[in-house]
């Protein structure tokens, strides 16, 4: 059993606030084992899931809270509700990187409690590994409260994320310009700003213009300057971000001779291009013509 080192007021809650009224804390044998989970590693402007879990140490396990605390050098911001705890809290509390909850019980013993809330990382946090706090409180019947920190991850990182291309490769001939139209899905988010295209060996291949949609809207596009310093470019705007695993239409209109991947789906570096269709300046349709280019 515990050894009473001060006299305890069971918590209340006035206002909303949870008070703890106490002078000094008890040495517990008990134990929650209260883990917290959280992923390797994130990048800025991720939002994220974490699992706190505990179980009751003993039957009459009563006025419990947990309290849990995102870094805030990075101002990292949660999000919390009851209803995202098992068993649902009785208070939820959440301010800036803290999250308070509270369970008044009494609970049964080994019953097993299961929090999960979000963190959100400001899209300008510098990269860099990150502590998170927590601690739960508790009572056994009219004793405690107990006092015990959260194990478990203690730390995450936040890498900012290699800025990523979509390149197709090379192609080969035969070519013709034309029009090409398809679908791209990038496997990793990328930002783009410029399209090159590969022009067939000895000829001024490239790319007249592009337009790239998403869900039927036109998101970005650019046209070709002509020939002139860095022809083989041309500038899309605005910059866009193309998020991994999220599809994406485009309509390419080619000049001279551009380097073309004879295939109607292709695996290349970034992710996965589709023709849906490509007319070719005399006005004939194919379904396997894809331009080889490079979106970065």
């Known amino acids: 059993m515990a050894i009473l080192k001060a006299k305890m007021v069971a918590p209340v809650i006035i206002a909303g606030v949870i008070i703890f009224s106490l002078v000094a804390a008890m040495s517990a044998t008990y134990s929650v084992n209260a883990v917290r989970d959280l992923p390797d590693s994130v990048s800025p402007g991720d939002s994220f899931n974490v699992t706190v879990t505990f179980t009751a140490p003993a039957d009459d396990f009563n006025s419990i809270g947990l309290t849990e605390e995102?870094?805030?050098?990075?101002?990292m911001t949660v999000e919390g509700k009851k209803e995202w705890c098992v068993p649902k809290a009785d208070f939820c509390k959440v301010t800036d990187n803290k999250l308070e909850l509270l369970w008044y019980g009494p609970y049964g013993a080994d019953t097993r409690f299961n929090v999960t809330y979000k963190v959100n990382v400001p899209s300008e946090a510098k990269g860099g590994t990150y502590t998170f706090d927590g601690y739960v409180e508790y009572y056994i019947g009219a004793e405690g409260p107990y006092k015990e920190t959260v194990g478990g991850d203690k730390e995450i990182t936040v890498g900012v994320p290699a800025v990523g291309i979509f390149d197709t490769g090379n192609g080969a001939y035969p070519s013709i310009m034309g029009t090409h139209k398809g679908m791209i899905k990038p496997n990793k988010t990328i930002e783009v700003h410029k399209l090159y295209t590969y022009p067939c060996t000895g000829t001024g291949g490239h790319t007249e213009s592009i337009e790239l949609y998403e869900n039927g809207l036109l998101i970005a596009s650019g046209t070709w300057s002509g020939y002139q310093d860095?022809?083989?470019?041309?500038?899309?705007?605005?910059?866009?971000?193309?998020?991994?695993?999220?599809?994406?239409?485009?309509?390419?209109?080619?000049?001279?001779?551009?380097?073309i991947i004879h295939e109607s789906s292709k695996e290349v570096t970034g992710g996965t291009i589709k023709c849906t269709s490509f007319v070719d300046t005399n006005g004939k349709e194919y379904t396997d013509w894809i331009p080889a280019i490079r979106l970065e």
Do not use: C
């Open 70 to 75: 995102a870094n805030e050098t990075v101002n």
């Open 230 to 259: 860095d022809w083989h470019n041309i500038t899309i705007t605005p910059s866009v971000t193309l998020s991994k695993d999220h599809e994406y239409n485009y309509t390419i209109v080619t000049g001279s001779y551009p380097q």
